[in-house]
T-cell receptor
Framework: GAVVSQHPSWVICKSGTSVKIECRSLDFQATTMFWYRQFPKQSLMLMATSNEGSKATYEQGVEKDKFLINHASLTLSTLTVTSAHPEDSSFYIC????????????FGPGTRLTVT | AQTVTQSQPEMSVQEAETVTLSCTYDTSESDYYLFWYKQPPSRQMILVIRQEAYKQQNATENRFSVNFQKAAKSFSLKISDSQLGDAAMYFCAYNTNAGKSTFGDGTTLTVKP
């Protein structure tokens, strides 16, 4: 149990376009989901916390107008990278929290974004 | 703010030997949770082991065990009988009751045959 899927796994887009990444909890309801960005051989950098039915909470330094997060249901959160630029190229990982931090976060397999 | 420090960017171990990865953290909370995650080349994060701060007993999962020293704020991971499949990046993480995780910078473990 506790599977999180992420789609797409790899996306290439042109500079200036927008791309949407979906994160789904497949067999449990997640009131909270998290979005991370990870550069090669580096740690996960928390971008935002997504709560179902409310606005996402962004970490300091993360542009909320560039990285739009929508947590439309208890099993789906989306991250939209708007007007993408090459510097947005990265690995994006979502995770879902099952019980307010008492258990591990359940991670999606990640999405590799390449902006050309 | 909570911080998690992994002082060993890289470690290597001979197959079948034992290796210990270090992690220290800083917090003013008394109730929290600690985790070790493994990230293999596929980049899928995998839970290795979990420790609740209120439990004095060190967690163990097969070949993986921790040495949790709450007063020292130390949470090291011991891997016994290392296998080639253990090669990965390992992250130490701290959870608050709100569910937000803080990760260390990671330790890349190489297993030599």
């Amino acid at each position: 149990g506790a599977v999180v899927s992420q789609h797409p796994s790899w996306v290439i887009c042109k500079s200036g376009t927008s791309v949407k990444i979906e994160c789904r909890s497949l067999d449990f309801q997640a009131t909270t989901m998290f979005w991370y960005r990870q550069f090669p051989k580096q740690s996960l950098m928390l971008m935002a916390t997504s709560n179902e039915g409310s606005k996402a909470t962004y970490e300091q330094g993360v542009e909320k107008d560039k990285f739009l997060i929508n947590h439309a249901s208890l099993t789906l959160s989306t991250l939209t990278v708007t007007s993408a630029h090459p510097e947005d190229s990265s690995f994006y990982i979502c995770s879902a929290d099952r019980d307010r931090g008492k258990y591990e976060q359940y991670f999606g397999p990640g999405t590799r974004l390449t902006v050309t | 703010a909570q911080t998690v420090t992994q002082s060993q960017p890289e470690m290597s171990v001979q197959e079948a030997e034992t290796v210990t990865l270090s992690c220290t953290y800083d917090t003013s909370e008394s109730d929290y949770y600690l985790f070790w995650y493994k990230q293999p080349p596929s980049r899928q994060m995998i839970l290795v082991i979990r420790q609740e701060a209120y439990k004095q007993q060190n967690a163990t999962e097969n070949r993986f065990s921790v040495n949790f020293q709450k007063a020292a704020k130390s949470f090291s991971l011991k891997i016994s009988d290392s296998q080639l499949g253990d090669a990965a990046m390992y992250f130490c993480a701290y959870n608050t009751n709100a569910g937000k995780s803080t990760f260390g910078d990671g330790t890349t473990l190489t297993v030599k045959p």
